[in-house]
Structures are given as structure tokens and as C-alpha cells.
């Protein structure tokens, strides 16, 4: 997630390797509260669902 400032920021669901590659993900081009409380519920279903850790990465403001 980055939070809206000098742009519109963005939300974003990404699936990573175990080394750290991005295999495929999800986005939103712009931060919103619908799409960050979307996020929220959605990503510990997923994570439940495929047996998958997870974490928030917060990216801080559009600058």
C-alpha cells in the first residue's frame, strides 16, 4: 500500500517466491479506503486458502 499525497498512491496484492520474486499480484492503480479494507479481507482468505504466509507492506505517502 502507498498512501495518496502528490499522486494517487496504490494498493496491491502480490504473490512472491521464497526468493523474493514477484510472481503475480493484483492492483489498484489508485489508494482508496474501499480498496485498502478490500485488501484486508481478502488477503487473509487467500493466505488461508493456498497455505501462504502473509504481510502488509506499508510504502508510505505518493511523493
Do not use: H
Not at 520474486?21 to 488477503?43: D, F, H, K
Not at 504466509?53 to 511523493?63: A, M, S, V
Request: aromatic share 8%.
Amino acid at each position: 500500500e502507498m498512501q495518496p499525497a502528490k499522486g494517487r498512491g496504490f494498493v496491491a496484492l502480490s504473490f512472491v517466491s521464497n526468493v523474493g520474486r514477484e510472481l503475480a499480484g493484483i492492483y489498484s492503480n489508485t489508494c482508496s479506503a474501499n480498496a485498502v479494507r478490500w485488501l484486508s479481507e481478502v488477503q487473509p482468505l487467500i493466505a488461508k486458502a493456498l497455505k501462504l504466509g502473509q504481510r502488509k507492506e506499508d510504502l508510505g505517502y505518493d511523493t
